[in-house]
C-alpha cells in the first residue's frame, strides 16, 4: 500500500529526487533549482513532510516504507535553510484561496488569495541567466521577502525570475 497521490512527500517531489541535486559537486544551477523546488514544497498548502535524513541531502534514497536508513549519509546540512522556510510557512494565510501557475516550463508562480492578504511565490525550477519577468499580480512596489528578507521589486506587476526563490505580498 503506497500513499496516496494527493500527498507531497519531499524526497519524491512529482517524481524528482530534489535532494539529490543540492551538493556541491552538481553544478550551481541545479542547486539553486534544487532549493526553489524546496521553497515551492513548503509554499504548497498543507503539511510538508521530510523524512529519512532528508534535512543532510542523502546521496541513497530511502522510500517512505523501507526498513533502511539514510542517517550516517550526510553531504550537505539545509537546517538552516529548511529553518527559514518554517518560518515563512507559519505566515501564509491558510484560509486563503490556493493556485500555482507555471510559466513557460520554467517557473511557478504560486498564489495565496485571501479576503484580506494576497501572498505570491515565484520559484525558478530550472535556473537561467537570461532576464525573464514574471506576473504576480501585485501592486508596483518594494516587498519584503518572507525567506531571505531581501526587497524584492514588482514593476508593472510583475517580478524579476532570480537564482533564489521569493515570498511576497
Not at 15 to 43: H, M, Q
Not at 57 to 66: R, T
Not at 152 to 162: A, D, H
Request: charged letters at 30%; a positive charge; proline letters at 4%.
Amino acid at each position: 500500500m503506497g500513499c496516496p497521490v494527493y500527498h507531497r512527500i519531499g524526497r519524491c517531489c512529482a517524481g524528482s529526487d530534489i535532494f539529490r541535486y543540492t551538493v556541491g559537486d552538481i553544478p550551481y544551477c541545479r542547486r539553486k533549482a534544487a532549493e526553489n523546488w524546496l521553497a515551492l514544497l513548503y509554499f504548497e498548502k498543507g503539511m510538508t513532510m521530510l523524512y529519512s535524513g532528508q534535512e543532510f541531502a542523502p546521496q541513497k534514497a530511502v522510500g517512505l516504507f523501507d526498513a533502511d536508513d539514510a542517517y550516517c549519509d550526510k553531504r550537505r546540512d539545509l537546517q538552516p535553510y529548511l529553518r527559514q522556510l518554517r518560518e515563512m510557512k507559519r505566515t501564509l494565510p491558510q484560509d486563503a484561496c490556493f493556485q500555482l501557475e507555471s510559466v513557460d516550463e520554467r517557473a511557478v508562480v504560486g498564489r495565496y488569495d485571501g479576503v484580506k492578504l494576497a501572498v505570491r511565490g515565484v520559484f525558478d525550477l530550472r535556473g537561467g541567466k537570461d532576464d525573464v519577468r514574471v506576473a504576480v499580480g501585485l501592486a508596483d512596489g518594494s516587498y519584503t521577502d518572507r525567506i531571505s528578507g531581501r526587497q524584492i521589486t514588482v514593476q508593472e506587476g510583475r517580478v524579476r525570475l532570480s537564482d533564489a526563490p521569493c515570498v511576497i505580498g
